[in-house]
């Protein structure tokens, strides 16, 4: 069955570094997005692209935050200058169109000290 | 605004047939998703329900009604591997963005 492969699979950063978390979405899918779930709490929206451009955004995205696909497979996710709240882990998820084969990669944990 | 309710936690035996609801109150979700998710993992998909009424799976079953923003997920067959979050998820707009819930956590026991 088609995955969306993500890495790392564990990060550790310290505060104010940038970090890079990278996605390969299934190959066929059109949407891609990222979510996290910091520990305990539930999975939050962060951002959806579509045909190269940011389809929306929620709040946390701010400026800190930045997506790219930089080639034909992958689509990363960049933190300018993280911050301890950051700690997380940070799902990749693509879908073929919409709703359709939404599915999401096994994560990356992200820890800033 | 999008707020989607569950409960909290949840324990049933093994064998039985536990039914975790979730309600919400928008107009705006084109579907309502189902997600297991086991601790330090990935959510993975269940079910999706677009239209009124009960979609069929397997051990698994989820149930939709718009009109009373109201979702059910039914487990039945308990196993101990069913142990897990399960999370309820609305779809909305043409960017198909997913609003969670918090998650039930279920516990399976002998």
């Known amino acids: 069955e088609p995955e969306v492969t993500q890495t790392p699979s564990h990060q550790v950063t310290q505060m104010g570094q940038e970090v890079i978390l990278r996605c390969v979405p299934i190959?066929?899918?059109?949407?891609f997005y990222w979510y996290r779930q910091i520990l305990g709490q539930k999975v939050e929206f962060l951002v959806s692209?579509?045909?190269?451009?940011?389809?929306?955004k929620s709040e946390i995205f701010d400026d800190q935050f930045s997506v790219e696909r930089p080639d034909g497979s992958n689509f990363t996710l960049k933190i300018r200058s993280t911050k301890l709240e950051d700690s997380a882990m940070y799902f990749c998820a693509s879908s073929e169109q919409g709703s359709y084969g939404y599915t999401f990669g096994s994560g990356t944990r992200l820890t800033v000290v | 605004g999008q707020n989607i309710d569950q409960p909290t936690e949840m324990t049933a035996t093994e064998g039985a047939i536990v039914q975790i609801n979730c309600t919400y109150q928008t107009s705006g979700f084109n579907g309502l998703f189902w997600y297991q998710q086991h601790a330090g993992e990935a959510p993975t998909f269940l079910s999706y329900n677009v239209l009124d009424g009960l979609e069929e799976k397997g051990r698994f079953s989820s149930f939709l009604s718009r009109s009373k923003g109201y979702s059910y997920l039914l487990l039945k067959e308990l196993q101990m591997k069913d142990s897990a979050s399960y999370l309820c998820?609305?779809?909305?707009?043409?960017?198909?963005?997913?609003?969670f819930g918090t998650g039930t956590r279920l516990q399976v026991t002998l």
């Open positions: 692209f579509y045909n190269n451009e940011i389809s929306e």
């Open positions: 998820a609305g779809i909305t707009g043409t960017a198909s963005k997913l609003t």
């Open positions: 190959s066929n899918h059109l949407y």
